[in-house]
């Protein structure tokens, strides 16, 4: 059993001296040979900018597709306070940029303190020898859990295939130990599968009427005619032991989208409780839909559909016939390689997603850190069975210390009212809004009704409006000249429709005086009525990141920001309005949020 005690003692010395946030055009770097830490120069980016509260390695590149397990104290009967959560994430030990990646290894009892352990993966067989790839846990029928992974086994054309590993002393809570057995690798592209590009099994779930497992990996299959599109792929593998796995005819799914990475495929309820089902969810009982998630490697985004499993066919098929193409996205912002695990201590189903950096590789060599998970989110179905709602875990809220409230203050068009009497550096802001009229909702241009992105880019912040932009200018500098706004804007009801269209957006623009920054508008629709004037806004702010809920979590955005000015003490926070409408602030409550223990020991 390996100590804790060396993690331990490199994390207190780690601790402080790391720094700042960057841009890392990550699929750049795939053919990227790590750097290492050692010619690490001082940092040249602010340390107060790294963020507190969300999850973060103390040093080194982190990427996506994060594997949470909940364990319950394995051994004994299912008592979930004595339960870990575990979170497996791709890592370069040796640097701040893409490559040697091992699986590192974190636990927690609550998902906000974790603490470090060793690797639970490294390289260490033939059927991985180049890296241990993206995959999933499974918790197998007795308790104990399997991991299935990609491993990388020819460095020239990273040929990929498929490994398992399991704990090597299953009574340990904190599996600090991993074994490959020698049958390694259990699957191998064959059959016409494309050996490079083939990768990231998820977590399996079993049939009850066959008792046989099945789990998803992704792949592209090039097109047929020149012009067309290669398709993203989740191809279907069943086995009876875990050990020997063979390749369903059809595959489960497939668009012409490109590359699918780390596709995630689970039940939830239908029927709008934000309960979660176990991913093996018997085909009888609640009422169910299935989610199908998949990470576009052309895109970099997570897009999902919602639809339904046929067992028999062993296909799934989305409801919404344009649903592959019509992107629901989990997060209009920064967040990709995103996982779900079930949670059988609360009974809930908890999405996780990695964030990169925005700022240069050249900074994150210099602060010798790049990338961070976002907030789990309790995911679930809303009731309209069209989309999925996604709120920040309860757990987060024991971070918060003091706080301020504003009620029933209205915001004249031009205005902006300060949220004084706290930091915000570091807060969780919620905020009801009331808009006092819609008749001044702008006309929707046409050419942009279905491009929320382009049409953030053109009526940004600082484009005066109608009904909005309002919302929130956070990490602002005292004067205003650093500011990322994150706001909403109401136009009027498309042709054919009554409803008014709402638009979230995240414009970072005004974000740093620092010109070599990634600072994209990022944007989504809300499909919510707000005939009534409401709508709400949620924003946790933390030095680097700012990662909003609109409407009750129907609409997320994730973003990083740089401020050089709106830093620490300095940062602080607004209500503002750019419209023509007076909007009413209900009520504003934010809240300085603490720092958890972050990978100590
Ligand atoms: N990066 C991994 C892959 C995955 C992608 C390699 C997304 O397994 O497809 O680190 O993070």
Redesign the pocket.
């Known amino acids: 059993m390996r100590a804790l005690g060396s993690v331990a003692l490199a994390w207190l010395l780690l601790l402080h001296q790391l720094a700042g946030a960057s841009h890392v055009v990550?699929e750049n770097l795939l053919e990227t040979e790590a750097a290492t830490t050692e010619a690490v120069p001082p940092s040249i980016v602010d340390p107060l900018l790294r963020t507190g509260y969300h999850f973060q390695p103390q040093k080194n590149w982190i990427?996506?597709?994060a594997v949470n397990l909940f364990i319950r104290d394995l051994g004994r009967a299912p008592m979930y306070y004595k339960g870990w959560y575990h979170l497996f994430y791709?890592y370069n030990p040796k640097g701040a940029v893409?490559g040697n990646?091992v699986w590192a290894h974190s636990v927690s009892r609550d998902l906000i303190n974790w603490m470090a352990l060793e690797p639970a993966l490294e390289p260490s067989i033939a059927s991985d020898k180049y890296?241990c790839?993206?995959?999933s846990a499974t918790i197998l029928p007795d308790g104990t859990p399997a991991i299935m992974y990609?491993g990388v086994n020819r460095a020239d054309v990273q040929y990929q295939v498929q490994n398992v590993a399991y704990p090597r002393n299953a009574s340990d809570p904190l599996l600090r130990e991993w074994t490959k057995p020698a049958h390694n690798p259990i699957i191998v592209p064959e059959g016409g599968v494309n050996g490079t590009q083939f990768?990231?099994p998820t977590t399996a779930w079993r049939d009850e009427r066959d008792g046989r497992w099945r789990l998803l990996v992704?792949s592209r299959e090039e097109a047929r005619g020149a012009a067309a599109a290669p398709r993203g792929v989740a191809y279907v593998y069943r086995s009876r032991d875990f050990r020997r796995w063979a390749r369903a005819r059809r595959p489960l799914h497939s668009a012409r989208t490109g590359m699918w990475?780390?596709p995630d495929f689970y039940p939830v309820t239908a029927d709008g409780r934000r309960a979660g089902l176990d991913t093996s969810v018997s085909s009888s009982g609640t009422r169910v839909k299935y989610v199908l998630k998949n990470?576009l490697?052309l895109r970099r985004y997570d897009y999902y559909t919602v639809g339904t499993y046929d067992r028999r066919k062993e296909r799934y098929v989305p409801d919404d016939p344009a649903g592959d193409e019509r992107h629901l996205r989990y997060d209009y912002g920064n967040f990709?390689?995103s996982k779900t695990f079930y949670d059988p201590a609360k009974q809930r189903r908890i999405l996780w997603g990695?964030a990169n950096e925005s700022d240069t590789a050249a900074d994150d060599v210099a602060k010798g850190w790049a990338g961070i998970q976002a907030i789990p989110r309790t995911v679930w179905l809303d009731p309209t069975g069209k989309q999925l709602m996604q709120w920040p875990i309860e757990e987060v809220e024991a971070l918060r210390g003091k706080s301020v409230t504003l009620k029933n203050r209205v915001v004249k068009p031009g205005q902006h009212v300060e949220v004084t009497g706290l930091q915000t550096a570091q807060a969780d802001v919620e905020v009801s809004f009331e808009v006092s009229t819609l008749a001044a909702a702008e006309r929707l241009d046409p050419a942009l009704a279905h491009d929320a992105q382009r049409l953030c880019a053109v009526k940004g912040a600082d484009v005066a409006g109608g009904v909005g932009p309002f919302g929130l200018w956070v990490l602002a500098s005292a004067n205003r000249e650093e500011r990322t706004a994150v706001f909403f804007r109401v136009f009027r009801p498309a042709r054919g429709n009554n409803k008014p269209v709402v638009l979230m957006c995240t414009d970072p623009r005004k974000s740093s005086l620092n010109p070599n920054l990634y600072q994209p508008t990022f944007a989504g629709l809300v499909d919510t009525d707000i005939s009534n004037g409401k709508i709400s806004l949620r924003s946790l702010i933390d030095r680097s990141v700012v990662e909003s809920f609109g409407a009750g979590g129907r609409t997320c955005i994730l973003s990083r920001v740089y401020p050089s000015l709106a830093i620490d003490k300095n940062a602080r926070l607004f209500v503002f309005n750019n419209g023509k409408a007076d909007v009413k602030v209900s009520r504003l409550t934010a809240w300085e949020m603490r720092k958890p223990l972050m990978n100590g020991a």
């Open positions: 990550y990427n996506g597709n791709q893409w990646i890296g790839w993206s995959g990609t990768r990231d992704g990475e780390c990470s490697d990709y390689a990695w």
